[in-house]
């Protein structure tokens, strides 16, 4: 069933007209449920070379997937955070918001896109302004 969604969601991703590279982690994450339950049944049936390999693989999926999760998870806090902060400001008052970090991996959803600025009269500033009901959001 695993596999099948690794390939199902591959097939996805090649049909779609976009595919930014955040996309995939879908996917790999498919395949890296895999490799985790095929190197248990080749710990317990076959020889120690097809198993080093096998840890090998799972090695360098591991620390990929590491790198991209301490990437989001950074990402998720500072967003967190700028969410906190806005929900305990008062109605209509001036807002500071910390800027969010440069994301490190192309798998992070705030690589290229729009937030906060530093100017309160950039436009996306401007816009959770009018959505939260804030006089102004100014980042830092």
């Given at each position: 069933?695993?596999?099948?969604?690794?390939?199902?969601?591959?097939?996805?991703?090649?049909?779609?007209?976009?595919?930014?590279?955040?996309?995939?982690?879908?996917?790999?994450?498919?395949?890296?449920?895999?490799?985790?339950?095929?190197?248990?049944?080749?710990?317990?049936?076959?020889?120690?070379?097809?198993?080093?390999?096998?840890?090998?693989?799972m090695i360098l999926f591991v620390?990929?997937?590491?790198?991209?999760?301490?990437?989001?998870?950074?990402?998720?806090?500072?967003?967190?955070?700028?969410?906190?902060?806005?929900?305990?400001?008062?109605?209509?008052?001036?807002?500071?918001?910390?800027?969010?970090?440069?994301?490190?991996?192309?798998?992070?959803?705030?690589?290229?896109?729009?937030?906060?600025?530093?100017?309160?009269?950039?436009?996306?500033?401007?816009?959770?302004?009018?959505?939260?009901?804030?006089?102004?959001?100014?980042?830092?």
């Amino acid at each position: 069933i695993l596999v099948i969604g690794h390939f199902a969601s591959t097939f996805a991703l090649v049909l779609s007209p976009e595919t930014p590279k955040r996309t995939f982690f879908g996917a790999v994450l498919f395949i890296g449920i895999v490799l985790f339950s095929l190197i248990n049944i080749l710990n317990q049936r076959i020889r120690k070379s097809v198993f080093v390999i096998s840890l090998l693989l799972m090695i360098l999926f591991v620390q990929s997937y590491l790198s991209v999760n301490n990437d989001l998870t950074k990402s998720f806090k500072e967003v967190s955070n700028q969410y906190s902060i806005l929900y305990d400001a008062s109605q209509n008052s001036d807002v500071m918001l910390p800027l969010l970090s440069t994301p490190k991996t192309d798998y992070n959803a705030y690589q290229l896109t729009s937030n906060v600025k530093t100017d309160p009269n950039d436009w996306f500033n401007r816009w959770m302004a009018v959505y939260f009901e804030k006089k102004t959001i100014t980042g830092y």
